[in-house]
């Protein structure tokens, strides 16, 4: 004689088609912490502890980490740096106060991408990116451009290493013309850029490492997607209260 499922299972089973439903919307990228604070935004209150035993039995997983690649910054030692006006101090009291950039690489079966970024650390949204298929100062300059476009900036600090694509002379130009206070951190600081560095390694564990790339061509409307179509829109951030970017 078999038991009828008792009130706890039949509750655990509807809550697990939720906790589907946000994995399967997040592109199958969310652990525990994101679905909860997810179910939470629409009104749902569970334990994170639940959620992350229900999605432990069903096998779902959030999106895991790539590490290593080619580097991407190479320092002109002829160039001279801006200096650093941020002082490892990433804190920004509203936006167009602090903007972050760097570089970053997207293999496909064509040869490598890349792809500079310039963020808002206020909303760590990203609003100047630019993808090309070499590390010419133009792929900074292109990326800067959209941000300047999208922003007018007054006085905003541009952060970014001191590799020759942001020392080079039509940089520093542009940052002149446009107000943009030019910012470097110093050569072997251990600490890294870790507002840019944190939307990269998202970057790569949510769609890179999912994902093989047969042309550039695919390689950029994924990074397009990626980026306008969740990214900035959707996606929750912890460093925002589980808020998207647009949303903060």
């Known amino acids: 004689m078999h038991r009828p499922p008792s009130a706890h299972a039949i509750a655990d089973e509807a809550l697990l088609k939720r906790v589907r439903t946000a994995h399967v919307t ?3 990228t969310y652990g525990a912490p994101r679905v909860h604070a997810d179910l939470q935004a629409g009104g749902e209150r569970h334990g994170r502890k639940r959620i992350a035993r229900l999605m432990r039995l069903a096998g779902l997983v959030g ?42 690489y997207v293999p496909t079966a064509a040869g490598f991408l890349y792809l500079a970024v310039v963020l808002d650390a206020w909303s760590r949204k ?38 020759s694509q942001y020392t080079s002379l039509a940089f520093g130009k ?11 951190r110093s050569v072997g600081d251990a600490y890294d850029n870790a ?21 550039q061509a695919e390689a950029r409307m994924a990074c397009f997607s990626y980026i306008e179509g969740w990214y900035n829109p959707a996606r929750l951030h912890s460093a925002l209260g589980y808020r998207s970017p647009m949303a903060y």
């Open 195 to 215: 507002m840019a560095g944190s939307f990269f390694s998202t970057l790569e564990a949510e769609l890179l490492s999912r994902r093989r790339f047969v042309s």
């Open 126 to 163: 990203i609003f100047g990116w630019s993808m090309a298929n070499h590390l010419r100062a133009e792929l900074v300059l292109d990326a800067m451009e959209a941000a300047v476009g999208q922003r007018q900036p007054k006085d905003v600090i541009h952060y970014s290493d001191q590799g």
């Open 63 to 104: 999106a895991s980490h790539r590490h290593g690649g080619p580097t991407t910054t190479r320092r002109d030692k002829d160039a001279r740096p801006a200096p650093d006006l941020v002082d490892r101090n990433f804190t920004a009291s509203g936006p167009n106060r602090l903007w972050v950039a760097d570089i970053t």
């Open 26 to 28: 997040s592109r199958q």
């Open 174 to 184: 542009r940052c002149g013309e446009a107000g943009i206070r030019p910012s470097m």
